[in-house]
């Protein structure tokens, strides 16, 4: 058995590799759930937002397509707070069709954990400081992912934000010693089998990825956001509340969204406040972005990873992919 085979998420999650697709929300789709998990990885389908048609079509094609052993959820646990319909709607399943894990990511996971622990899903809470894995276990979190500030999407901001390298270990360490039957997942900055080896070799039990899985076949991310990501580097990109902004999302502090550095970002950046007072105007170039799919305004939704990946692969052949080349990184 190899160390990837070994990994106490593996054999947790009954997986062929340590790997969980991130539930990237209006990305993480169920075509791209079910894909990863037919390769032998956890596949979260993006909840995200809490919309309910959305989470009902999305998941019930992932339970379609695939094993349902490898098949979870993923939600933006504040967006819960105002409306958790998609929520109780996926834990009253039957119990063949429940989510094999529920991830919960920004904010307070507690005021859910006795609904998911009923549905006998395992809860992943994901954080971006240490402070913060002492409520998330609280809430009967039997996996953290530690989320470096590299990571595409929302995040911590750049004030608070870790990076992966030192946040992973550090936890690692500390669970160790609080809470070892804790599984560790690492996340930011992972697109290729190094980092899933690094990750193992920093005192995780598996890695999480967002960015590389956004650029395949199944993903649901327009296909023009994808090709204009695909000519960027990791420097292509920058985390701020610009885009929060344009898209009307409202998001608590402290975090706040990494994509594409374009034309449309680059012109507030700096004036954030300015942005927030007065966005009509931006918001109206941003929009008609999106409409005409034109990258220099609208956004693309990925992390400093972006720089390692250079195609548009099916997710399946991805995961076995990563896992080889992990399995050369590690030695066996």
């Given at each position: 058995m190899t160390q990837l085979e070994a990994s106490r998420f593996s054999k947790q999650f009954s997986l062929v590799t340590p790997i969980a697709l991130a539930p990237m929300a209006l990305a993480s789709g169920g075509a791209l759930a079910a894909a990863c998990a037919r390769a032998g990885a956890l596949g979260l389908v993006g909840?995200?937002?809490?919309?309910?048609?959305?989470?009902?079509?999305?998941?019930?094609?992932?339970?379609?397509?695939?094993?349902?052993?490898?098949?979870?959820?993923?939600?933006?646990?504040?967006?819960?707070?105002?409306?958790?319909?998609?929520?109780?709607?996926?834990?009253?399943?039957?119990?063949?069709?429940?989510?094999?894990?529920?991830?919960?990511?920004?904010?307070?996971?507690?005021?859910?954990?006795?609904?998911?622990?009923?549905?006998?899903?395992?809860?992943?809470?994901?954080?971006?400081?240490?402070?913060?894995?002492?409520?998330?276990?609280?809430?009967?979190?039997?996996?953290?992912?530690?989320?470096?500030?590299?990571?595409?999407?929302?995040?911590?901001?750049?004030?608070?934000?870790?990076?992966?390298?030192?946040?992973?270990?550090?936890?690692?360490?500390?669970?160790?010693?609080?809470?070892?039957?804790?599984?560790?997942?690492?996340?930011?900055g992972i697109a290729d089998g190094r980092g899933l080896a690094a990750a193992l070799t920093l005192g995780a039990d598996g890695a999480l990825l967002g960015t590389r899985f956004w650029a395949t076949q199944e993903s649901l991310a327009p296909l023009g956001a994808k090709q204009a990501a695909l000519t960027a580097g990791g420097d292509g990109t920058a985390r701020s509340a610009v885009f929060d902004i344009l898209r009307r999302k409202h998001w608590p502090t402290p975090y706040?969204?990494?994509?594409?550095?374009?034309?449309?970002?680059?012109?507030?950046?700096?004036?954030?406040?300015?942005?927030?007072?007065?966005?009509?105007?931006?918001?109206?170039?941003?929009?008609?972005?999106?409409?005409?799919?034109?990258?220099?305004?609208?956004?693309?939704?990925?992390?400093?990873?972006i720089g390692l990946v250079h195609d548009l692969p099916e997710a399946g052949a991805l995961v076995k992919r990563l896992h080889a080349q992990a399995q050369a990184a590690l030695g066996g």
């Open positions: 909840g995200g937002y809490g919309d309910l048609d959305w989470t009902q079509r999305e998941y019930r094609l992932a339970l379609q397509a695939a094993a349902s052993q490898r098949i979870g959820i993923g939600f933006i646990t504040w967006k819960l707070d105002e409306d958790a319909s998609a929520l109780d709607w996926v834990l009253d399943l039957p119990a063949e069709e429940r989510p094999r894990a529920v991830m919960l990511s920004f904010g307070d996971a507690r005021r859910y954990a006795a609904r998911i622990a009923a549905s006998g899903a395992p809860l992943i809470c994901q954080i971006q400081r240490l402070e913060q894995a002492k409520q998330a276990l609280e809430a009967g979190a039997q996996v953290l992912v530690a989320q470096g500030a590299e990571a595409g999407g929302h995040g911590m901001n750049g004030l608070d934000g870790r990076s992966t390298l030192t946040l992973v270990p550090e936890l690692a360490d500390w669970l160790a010693s609080k809470a070892p039957e804790t599984l560790l997942l690492a996340a930011g706040d969204f990494r994509a594409l550095r374009n034309d449309l970002h680059r012109s507030w950046e700096g004036r954030v406040d300015a942005l927030r007072a007065a966005p009509e105007a931006a918001r109206a170039s941003y929009d008609a972005g999106v409409q005409a799919g034109d990258y220099s305004r609208a956004h693309a939704t990925v992390g400093e990873a």
